[in-house]
């Protein structure tokens, strides 16, 4: 049987993978500097679904060339 402990790890390392760091932090109730480490260490890159979501929808003059391209093969 697969304890609460295990599961909470896995939504977790899920989120981390996918959403920003903003996010992760926020729902999670960690900080965002945890968040970025935990980030590095699974080597999450730096441009997520979820980090490329946000500046689309609230910065979208600060996306660069590569998370453009990066965004376009997502």
């Given at each position: 049987?697969?304890?609460v402990q295990v599961i909470f790890a896995q939504l977790?390392?899920?989120?981390?993978k996918?959403?920003?760091?903003q996010a992760?932090?926020?729902?999670?109730g960690i900080s965002p500097q945890t968040v970025t480490m935990w980030r590095k260490a699974l080597g999450v890159p730096?441009?997520?679904e979820g980090t490329l979501r946000l500046a689309r929808d609230y910065m979208?003059?600060?996306l660069n060339d590569e998370a453009r391209e990066w965004q376009r093969q997502a």
């Open positions: 049987m697969i304890s977790l390392i899920k989120a981390i996918r959403e920003s760091n992760v932090a926020h729902h999670w730096f441009y997520t979208p003059e600060r």
